[in-house]
């Protein structure tokens, strides 16, 4: 931690804490307490206007995701989804985090107009109701393996007055589904409120370090720059060496949301 909360200071990085979203943790409320706390001791220097009392700044957290889905026509399933959702946003309020990344739970490739319908009008009433009560917190859904943009897309849409909600682009989930980078970029960019990012072999979800793949970085930098998107974008890669490696690849390439040098 303290290599990493040096890195972050050196590159002027926040962190996405995703230690929260596992069922054993969001249980044991002394293992969240044990996991705040080792925290805090790393990010109280943080003096950012505005930050919370507990120092987390700017920080984001990846929500419960696993087996979560709002839509489920099953009320015990519907249910348990809905609670470990409201978990994540109480443990991101009471952090005083900035805001909480969770997954479409949308079954990639099924594409049955009722089914859609119901994932997004669920969602839609779901998601509205957590927005209102949770007004200090930003709610970002993100695309995992979905194979399409529109779909998520067309939920964005109907919630694009809720100010606190917006969709979170996982490059790599979108480059390993059937439609390109443009078109994943183009069709969100109205919606896009924070970004992931990690390198792949254009087949499996890996998490290599940015650069260390087969994805065109260039194209990416480009697209969001010409579609005008400013968000946050997490490197989410595993270990110190790996974000070391992805920062520096970004900086000396001038990936967004680094500075070009041409631009200097």
Same mark, same amino acid.
């Given at each position: 931690?303290?290599?990493?909360?040096?890195?972050?200071?050196?590159?002027?990085?926040?962190f996405e804490y995703n230690d929260f979203y596992m069922a054993k943790v969001?249980d044991d409320s002394a293992e969240q307490e044990r996991i705040i706390a080792?925290?805090?001791?790393?990010?109280?220097?943080?003096?950012?206007?505005?930050?919370?009392?507990?120092?987390?700044?700017?920080?984001?957290?990846?929500?419960?995701?696993?087996?979560?889905?709002?839509?489920?026509?099953?009320?015990?399933?519907?249910?348990?989804?809905?609670?470990?959702?409201?978990?994540?946003?109480?443990?991101a309020k009471n952090m005083g985090l900035k805001g909480v990344v969770f997954?479409?739970?949308?079954?990639?490739?099924?594409?049955?107009?009722?089914?859609?319908? $119901?994932?997004?009008?669920?969602?839609?009433?779901?998601?509205?109701?957590?927005?209102?009560?949770?007004?200090?917190?930003?709610?970002?859904?993100?695309?995992?393996?979905?194979?399409?943009?529109?779909?998520?897309?067309?939920?964005?849409?109907?919630?694009?007055?809720?100010?606190?909600?917006?969709?979170?682009?996982?490059?790599?989930?979108?480059?390993?589904?059937?439609?390109?980078?443009?078109?994943?970029?183009?069709?969100?960019?109205?919606?896009?409120?924070?970004?992931?990012?990690?390198?792949?072999?254009?087949?499996?979800?890996?998490?290599?370090?940015?650069?260390?793949?087969?994805?065109?970085?260039?194209?990416?930098?480009?697209?969001?720059?010409?579609?005008?998107?400013?968000?946050?974008?997490?490197?989410?890669? $595993?270990?110190?060496?790996?974000?070391?490696?992805?920062?520096?690849?970004?900086?000396?390439?001038?990936?967004?949301?680094?500075?070009?040098?041409?631009?200097?």
């Amino acid at each position: 931690m303290e290599r990493m909360c040096g890195l972050a200071a050196a590159y002027g990085c926040a962190f996405e804490y995703n230690d929260f979203y596992m069922a054993k943790v969001m249980d044991d409320s002394a293992e969240q307490e044990r996991i705040i706390a080792d925290y805090r001791k790393y990010r109280d220097g943080c003096s950012e206007k505005g930050s919370m009392e507990n120092g987390f700044c700017g920080d984001t957290m990846h929500g419960a995701f696993l087996d979560v889905t709002i839509h489920s026509d099953d009320p015990l399933i519907r249910d348990a989804s809905m609670l470990r959702v409201r978990q994540s946003m109480e443990l991101a309020k009471n952090m005083g985090l900035k805001g909480v990344v969770f997954h479409t739970g949308r079954l990639g490739g099924f594409r049955a107009a009722g089914y859609l319908r $119901n994932w997004r009008d669920r969602n839609e009433a779901f998601f509205t109701e957590i927005a209102h009560q949770y007004p200090g917190q930003q709610i970002y859904m993100e695309n995992m393996f979905d194979e399409v943009p529109d779909i998520l897309a067309g939920l964005a849409e109907k919630m694009r007055d809720i100010k606190n909600f917006g969709v979170c682009l996982d490059y790599a989930h979108a480059m390993l589904s059937k439609c390109t980078g443009r078109e994943w970029i183009e069709t969100l960019a109205p919606y896009i409120r924070h970004i992931h990012i990690n390198d792949n072999d254009l087949q499996n979800d890996l998490h290599l370090a940015v650069g260390a793949g087969k994805l065109d970085w260039q194209e990416f930098d480009r697209l969001i720059r010409q579609c005008g998107i400013e968000a946050p974008v997490l490197v989410e890669v $595993n270990g110190y060496a790996a974000q070391k490696e992805s920062l520096q690849y970004m900086k000396s390439n001038g990936i967004y949301p680094m500075e070009r040098e041409r631009d200097k």
